[in-house]
């Protein structure tokens, strides 16, 4: 049903997303592995390409042990999405130089970061677009757009992110992530999307 409906409104299905990787940690529970086995599984039914892996709450790299914990498991997990031709989407609260050691130590193509500008500013006081250029195009698979309200309005700087992204020649998705301040959705929607609009021109 999911793909036709796609196909009917020529709307792809870019990713997906597994929920029980905020209750499974893959820093910490040997559970969690399976569940991403799966969702390659999933993703790859879908005909999506990208499977977004969450570290959020409890499930968090907060610590570089954690960090260096998430390693093994992930490098299982790309060998898996490697095979189904996936790619694993990181998102995550830590910085870019700590995501590019996980992945120098993953050495996979399969793992690439999502990285959300929101959380960046927001939760871990980087700037958005030194961190992207020190990614670079290879090691992004997806972004967040949001801030706490509208775009545009916050501390969130997305006009420097979107140059950033020009000059690393970025050309996937961009996701807004964003919430309904008005609680009309598809109006605060377009009204983000207008403003992301805006800046482009």
């Known amino acids: 049903l999911?793909?036709?409906?796609?196909?009917?409104?020529?709307?792809?299905?870019?990713?997906?997303?597994?929920?029980?990787?905020?209750?499974d940690c893959l820093k910490n529970d040997p559970a969690a592995i399976p569940s991403a086995a799966e969702g390659i599984a999933i993703t790859r039914a879908?005909?999506?390409?990208?499977?977004?892996?969450?570290?959020?709450?409890?499930?968090?790299?907060?610590?570089?042990?954690?960090?260096?914990?998430?390693?093994?498991?992930?490098?299982?997990?790309?060998?898996?999405?490697?095979?189904?031709?996936?790619?694993l989407g990181f998102e995550n609260t830590i910085k870019a130089e700590d995501d590019l050691r996980i992945l120098d130590q993953v050495k996979s193509k399969a793992l690439q970061v999502w990285y959300d500008i929101g959380n960046a500013t927001n939760l871990y006081?980087?700037?958005?677009?030194?961190?992207?250029?020190?990614?670079?195009?290879?090691?992004?698979?997806?972004?967040?757009?949001?801030?706490?309200?509208?775009?545009?309005?916050?501390?969130?700087?997305?006009?420097?992110?979107?140059?950033?992204?020009?000059?690393?020649?970025?050309?996937?998705?961009?996701?807004?992530e964003t919430t309904a301040p008005t609680k009309n959705i598809e109006a605060d929607l377009a009204k983000n999307l207008a403003y992301l609009n805006s800046l482009t021109r």
């Open 2 to 23: 999911l793909l036709s409906e796609s196909k009917k409104y020529a709307l792809p299905v870019m990713s997906t997303y597994l929920d029980i990787l905020h209750a």
């Open 46 to 87: 879908l005909r999506a390409p990208i499977l977004m892996l969450v570290f959020f709450g409890k499930c968090a790299l907060e610590t570089s042990q954690e960090m260096d914990a998430v390693v093994g498991p992930l490098k299982e997990i790309s060998r898996e999405a490697e095979k189904a031709g996936v790619i």
């Open 125 to 176: 006081n980087q700037d958005p677009s030194q961190e992207i250029r020190h990614l670079g195009r290879d090691r992004i698979c997806c972004l967040h757009f949001k801030d706490k309200g509208f775009l545009g309005e916050g501390k969130v700087d997305a006009k420097s992110a979107l140059s950033a992204l020009d000059a690393i020649a970025y050309n996937g998705y961009i996701v807004l």
